[in-house]
Every structure is written in structure tokens, then in C-alpha cells.
């Protein structure tokens, strides 16, 4: 079943929308990611439009790993790739808004990849287990869903802090 989303500035994108943005980034540079790479960057970027446009930028649900925050319908597409480079964009389903319509969204995806894309993996992964994080907060616990209420109040005190 194929389920339209009319407005994905108030539910969010599908995480493969902006997965591949970040993956057409990289490409842009010559670049490859590893799938910790572009979930921790996906993450972070949900985290930062949560805080700054005050709303969802994937409407998929972030789990508390062990490696950190992961996006279980990503995590479906790659598990088990390890670190080896992601090559092609991930497919999107039919009637899946993409993020041309979009510059606020944009915005912040490029801000990300400024700021962090030059980050490898484990990098990535120390950065979000770091005191007071959202991911620190939730891992360990029975749920390990990472509401975007916490990812967001997370953010809005980094931003404030900058």
C-alpha cells in the first residue's frame, strides 16, 4: 500500500529522501558514505530541522543502538554493510515527496553537511552518545524509540549554546 503524504513540512520525508540527499552530497565532492555515516547525518539533521523550522524532517522512528541513533527503515535497506561505501541512492517509493519544494529542509541538510559530512563514522557515533544526548538519554531503556520531543529539546539547547 502506497500512502501519499500531502504536506511533509508538517509530518516529515521518508528517510531515503534524505538519506540519498546526503549520499547525492557526497557524490557531488567525489565522495562515498558509509551507512553509519548517513544515518548519524540523516539524525542529525532531523534533530537540527526539529529544533530550527520546528518540525519533523523524516517522519521514520529512531531507535537507541548500541552504535547510536539509527533509523530502523534504513537500518533494513543496509544492515550488515558495515563500512563498506554506499554506492547508488536508495530507491523511494511512488507518491514519496522529494525535498526540491523544500528550501528550508534543504537548507539545513546542506548546514549539516557543511558542519559535520566530513566526519567518518565513528566520529559521527561519539558525537551522538555524548552526555545529555538524545541517544544517551534513551539507550539501555526497554523502549528504545528516541522521541523527537527529546531529539528536539536536545537541539534547541545546542543551538542556543552556539
Request: hydrophobic share 40%; charged share 20%.
Amino acid at each position: 500500500m502506497t500512502v501519499t503524504i500531502d504536506d511533509p513540512t508538517k509530518t516529515g520525508y521518508a528517510a531515503e529522501v534524505v538519506a540519498n540527499a546526503f549520499l547525492d552530497l557526497a557524490r557531488a565532492e567525489g565522495r562515498t558514505l558509509t551507512q553509519m555515516q548517513v544515518h548519524k547525518l540523516v539524525y542529525i539533521a532531523h534533530g537540527w530541522t526539529l529544533a530550527l523550522l520546528g518540525r519533523p524532517l523524516i517522519y521514520n522512528t529512531v531507535h537507541a543502538w548500541q552504535r547510536g541513533p539509527v533509523v530502523r527503515r534504513l537500518w533494513d535497506h543496509w544492515g550488515g554493510r558495515g563500512r563498506t561505501p554506499i554506492a547508488e541512492p536508495l530507491d523511494v517509493s511512488p507518491g514519496e515527496p522529494d525535498l526540491s519544494r523544500d528550501p528550508a529542509a534543504l537548507e539545513v541538510i546542506r548546514s549539516v553537511w557543511m558542519t559535520y559530512g566530513q566526519m567518518d563514522g565513528e566520529e559521527l557515533s561519539r558525537l551522538t552518545h555524548l552526555q545529555g544526548t538524545p541517544w544517551m538519554q534513551v539507550f539501555g531503556s526497554r523502549n528504545d524509540l528516541i522521541p523527537n520531543e527529546v531529539t528536539r529539546e536536545y537541539y534547541t539547547a545546542l543551538s542556543r549554546s552556539a
